[in-house]
């Protein structure tokens, strides 16, 4: 079983910068695809980012693309989100969570999920 913690949630002003952080524990972080999903209040969870496990592909929801950076570090089993010119409507609670899968965008695919950690973006 895996488990994660994200942080680096917090408010900030629209145009600012926030870099999200996921740390798992176990020892078989590296054997798992990761992804960032969000979810807003009323709204169903969707697609952020996801990472493979060797660090060599990525892929990006249509409106987090030029403006977000997945990435992981297998050393420190961490996986990070870097989000720029955050909008209004990133507001959301943000989650991290593993796959078998070599990326994917569904919710569904995903095993082990994270408490989540809340970004708010200030107009």
Known sequence: QVQLVESGGGLVQAGGSLRLSCAAS??????YAMGWFRQAPGKEREF???INRSSGS????????????ISRDNAKNTVYLQMNSL?????????CATTRYSLSYSVGEYDYWGQGTQVTVSS
């Open 26 to 31: 176990g020892r078989t972080f590296n054997y």
């Open 48 to 50: 952020v980012a996801a």
């Open 58 to 69: 990525t892929a990006y929801a249509d409106d987090m693309k030029g403006r977000s950076t």
């Open 87 to 95: 909008k209004p409507e990133d507001t959301a609670v943000y989650y």
